[in-house]
């Protein structure tokens, strides 16, 4: 508590001159930026509630539609977690769409016609060859392309423009514009769908490890701020935080408890395993997709590293001022490299996803990702001037453009204006960026 005194009366006439409003922001070290893309979707999300039948009787809030978005936007979320990383060192990646539609073809052949015929059909290794093998194939194409950028000085505009006409010719002729279906069965998972959700119960086993984590993450920072003689948050904040923490991932699981298996699908699960149909129907629940997990665990693997490794703080040194970092002794050739080669696998993982969802792979597969890509981390936060972006900002951004497309989905608006409300958002984000940082300058 003798800290905490210290730290709050240091400067006793800001505390006086300050409102209770940024005195809260300052105690719980909220970022206010985060907060009004959080209100912004918040929003959104009540805007098109209203627009399809009200607040109470729209479609746009009921679980099944905040179930089904979250699954969508997870392929979007997985890259847009490495696109910061390439936005922040001041380059761009605009071939993650077709890198994704060619790692998607490499996983269906792989799982529809070459395994099957060394292991059999369903053998529960093909699953994870295929994966294995289209992170390969993504972190091979994401080092060429780094390297390129590296050590031949090419622009990563040029370059990634260059590799999103040739991965999506190279699509083609894998399997001479050939869909390829249906995916394993185990593979399908990865897709969501009423087999590729967990349930209830560990929906809420979840649910509750998470809190946990929330509750560990707070005192171990209390702990290190202690340590090294940093200022502490006030009690009531880490309090505050933690319950605040708690709330949005419990009410998360219920939300995703509450969207149940269609009556057709929970007939056929309770004849084939002889459960009595009871009057009002059988209630199983979806719980938390799988894809949506794996955005999850994806996002926190690349905050940590982000945040954690002395890779991200090069990542973000270099994005600053690439020259310092330079002389400062980081290799920025080979950061770069491996920057792209990352984005090269978790453009896999997404296609993995996307092939799952779609149970097949196709020639259009990730067509205009590239866009909802960028726009998600420039929503996010990201700067493209450098050295500024956030991962949680970006999946953020991700749930924000996935959330106006579905919307425009319900409201009946065709595809071609669905783009053009893309675009202006997108422009618009950019330009608020630009009047944040001249305002913070």
């Not at 005192?219 to 940093?230: A, D, H, I, T, V």
């Not at 009057?279 to 629940?285: C, N």
């Not at 945040?307 to 330079?326: K, Q």
């Amino acid at each position: 508590m003798a800290d905490i005194t210290h730290a709050t009366q240091s400067n006793p006439a800001r505390n006086v001159n300050e409102s209770a409003v940024k005195r809260f922001f300052r105690a719980t070290e909220i970022d206010t930026r985060l907060l009004g893309m959080v209100g912004a979707l918040v929003l959104i999300w009540l805007g098109f509630q209203l627009m399809t039948g009200g607040l109470v009787d729209g479609l746009f809030l009921k679980p099944r539609n905040l179930w089904n978005l979250t699954v969508q936007t997870s392929s979007v979320a997985v890259m847009a977690s490495g696109m910061v990383l390439i936005i922040v060192t001041r380059n761009i990646d605009l071939s993650v769409g077709s890198v994704l539609g060619f790692c998607g073809m490499v996983m269906g052949v792989m799982q529809a016609k070459i395994l099957p015929q060394y292991l059999g059909l369903e053998h529960p290794a093909i699953w994870i060859l295929t994966l294995a093998s289209g992170m390969i194939v993504g972190a091979a194409i994401g080092a060429l392309h780094g390297a390129i950028i590296a050590f031949l000085n090419v622009p990563a505009f040029i370059v990634t423009l260059g590799g999103l006409l040739v991965w999506r010719g190279a699509t083609w002729f894998v399997t001479s514009g050939q869909t390829v279906a249906p995916m394993d069965a185990t593979f399908r998972l990865m897709g969501g769908g009423t087999e590729g959700s967990i349930g209830a119960t560990a929906s809420w086993i979840v649910g509750l490890v998470a809190c946990l984590a929330i509750v560990a993450a707070i005192l171990n920072s209390r702990k290190q701020r202690k340590r090294f003689g940093f200022p502490l948050r006030p009690v009531w904040a880490e309090y505050f935080l933690s319950v605040l923490g708690c709330v949005l991932v419990l009410g998360a699981v219920a939300i995703a408890n509450s969207y149940y298996w269609p009556t057709n699908i929970a007939r056929k699960y309770a004849d084939a395993n002889g459960i009595a149909w009871p009057e009002g129907g059988l209630l199983i629940s979806h719980g938390i997709a799988i894809p949506v997990l794996i955005a999850v665990v994806v996002g926190i693997v690349m905050t940590f590293i982000s945040t954690r490794l002395r890779f991200g703080r090069y990542v973000f040194a270099i994005g600053g001022n690439p020259e310092a970092a330079e002389l400062a002794g980081i290799k920025t050739r080979w950061v770069t490299v491996r920057i792209f080669t990352l984005m090269g696998i978790l453009c896999a993982i997404a296609a993995a996803i996307s092939t799952a969802r779609l149970n097949a792979a196709t020639n259009a597969q990730g067509e205009l990702d590239e866009l909802y890509t960028i726009a998600a981390a420039v929503i996010g936060g990201t700067s493209l001037a450098g050295g500024v972006g956030t991962i949680a900002g970006a999946m953020i951004g991700a749930l924000v453009m996935q959330s106006l497309q579905s919307g425009m989905v319900l409201l009946g608006i065709d595809s071609p204006f669905q783009r053009i409300v893309v675009g202006v958002v997108l422009v618009v984000a950019v330009w608020l960026d630009t009047v944040y940082r001249a305002r913070a300058k």
